[in-house]
Nanobody, 119 residues
């Protein structure tokens, strides 16, 4: 199993970024997928998740209405579109195989991609 994130970078407040997670080594369509983030000095938290069929999604209250998670199983890729970015969105963003850490037995993470939002 391999998860490789890309698309992070430095952006001004109010800007947008799209993160991508390229999945390999398993059948992406069989799994829910999530994006977690970890800011300096804080615990890792769920930002968004999408079910295996893409029917259900969930978002942290702090990103609702600004972030959109999507998947393209044919391309083995999961996306996180981030709009209206705020300095408090600054974090390392991780791709995760599963709906949530609590409901997943075997944990697979990507290496993370840094997102920095300047004020």
């Amino acid at each position: 199993v391999q998860l490789v994130e890309s698309g992070g970078g430095l952006v001004q407040s109010g800007g947008s970024l799209r993160l991508s997670c390229a999945a390999s080594g398993f059948t992406l369509s069989d799994y829910a997928m999530s994006w977690y983030r970890q800011a300096p000095g804080k615990e890792r938290e769920l930002a968004a998740a999408i079910s295996s069929a893409g029917v259900s999604t969930k978002y942290a209250d702090s990103v609702k209405g600004r972030f959109t998670i999507a998947r393209d199983d044919a391309k083995n890729t999961v996306y996180l579109q981030m709009n209206s970015l705020k300095p408090e969105d600054t974090a390392v963003y991780y791709c995760y195989r599963g709906w949530s850490i609590a409901t997943t037995v075997v944990h697979y993470w990507g290496q993370g991609t840094q997102v920095t939002v300047s004020s």
